[in-house]
């Protein structure tokens, strides 16, 4: 299977403050998603972007498919953002997804 | 509403007895897939299948079976539960904008 590294690991960051997750894949995919797991444990999708830039509210996300990375862009972040984001992708019928960037945001 | 819905949401069973994790979506959609997440390890495909009577293994399949007998339902069953099952489960199916997750089964396997 391919390998999808996200950075960084873990991330604090003080209310209102902007901040970018990085999710690399060692090969192609397709249905590149970024994903929110909150404190109860759902799983939020947040975008589906295989190509191109998209924003919804607070978030926007930006996919270069020809160079195999995608980034989500959180700005004015607040407290209910807390949680651990994903981005996966597709190879063949398998979805792969990275490890994961812990996020806390502090008031 | 377009749902993934898992039931039970969290269970607990001792070791060797049975159990099913029932998966639902009202999406129409033909794939659908088992995940399981374990800390350190991020999520991991169990099985997926891409139509009924279709199911193929993902990446740790071991002590699961799953079956799709109508394209709505793709149950999760464990004939014998071990404590190394003990896990959070995901069921998830795709549409054409991507995947869409149920609220997961909390599983602790004693």
């Known amino acids: 299977g391919i390998q999808v590294e996200q950075s960084p690991p873990d991330l604090i960051l003080q209310e209102g403050a902007n901040s970018t997750l990085r999710c690399n894949f060692s090969?192609?995919?397709?249905?590149l998603q970024w994903f929110h797991q909150n404190p109860w444990g759902q799983l939020i999708n947040l975008f589906y972007i295989p190509s191109g830039t998209k924003q919804n509210g607070r978030l926007s996300a930006t996919t270069v498919a020809t160079e195999r990375y995608s980034l989500l862009y959180i700005s004015s972040s607040q407290t209910t953002d807390s949680g651990v984001y994903f981005c996966a992708g597709k190879t063949g019928n398998q979805f792969y997804f990275g490890t994961g960037t812990s996020l806390t945001v502090i008031p | 509403e377009a749902q993934v819905t898992q039931n039970p949401r969290y269970l607990i069973t001792v070791t060797g007895k049975k159990l099913t994790v029932t998966c639902s979506q009202n999406?129409?959609?033909?794939?659908m897939s088992w995940y399981r997440q374990d800390p350190g390890l991020g999520l991991r495909q169990i099985y997926y299948s891409m139509n009924v009577e279709v199911t193929d293994k993902g990446d740790v399949p071991e002590g699961y079976k799953v079956s799709r007998k109508e394209k709505r339902n793709f149950p999760l069953i464990l004939e014998s539960p071990s404590p190394n099952q003990t896990s959070l489960y995901f069921c998830?199916?795709?549409?054409?904008?991507?995947?869409?997750f149920g609220s997961g089964t909390r599983l602790t396997v004693v």
């Open positions: 998830a199916s795709r549409g054409l904008y991507g995947y869409t």
């Open positions: 090969d192609s995919v397709n249905n």
């Open positions: 999406m129409n959609h033909e794939y």
